[in-house]
């Protein structure tokens, strides 16, 4: 099965940049609808951003614009490129993979049975 380690979050100004990185073992990350989920304190986790076995990508409302999600198959690591930040992006963000081979992605965070530890991100105003 697939195991997932995220890195890059960090600290940033409203408006600012970052890229979360996702390095996937055991398994290539091009068999399986992968995404991005994150969780504010008090808050329900939710998805971000999936990136489908086919490549296409599906973008929450409130990131659309903002966020993009890519994947590296030769690295074998899903990307999270977050630009224009704001306060209310502040979460940990977590990656996630569906069951293998699964073709596609939902926003449901209990269709994804393997997850990484997560990542802080912090944007303050």
């Known amino acids: 099965q697939v195991q997932l380690v995220e890195s890059g979050g960090g600290s940033v100004q409203s408006g600012g940049s970052r890229r979360l990185s996702c390095a996937a073992s055991?398994?290539?990350?091009?068999?399986?609808?992968m995404g991005w989920f994150r969780q504010a304190p008090g808050k329900e986790r939710e998805g971000v951003a999936m990136i489908q076995r086919d490549g296409i990508t599906i973008l929450a409302q409130s990131v659309k614009g903002r966020f993009t999600v890519s994947r590296n198959n030769a690295e074998n690591t899903l990307y999270l490129q977050m630009n224009s930040l704001k306060p209310e992006d502040t979460a940990m963000y977590y990656c996630a993979a569906r069951p293998r081979l699964r073709t596609t992605c939902t926003f449901s965070r209990g269709d994804y049975p393997y997850w990484g530890q997560g990542t802080q991100v912090t944007a303050s105003s």
């Open positions: 055991g398994d290539t990350v091009s068999n399986y609808c």
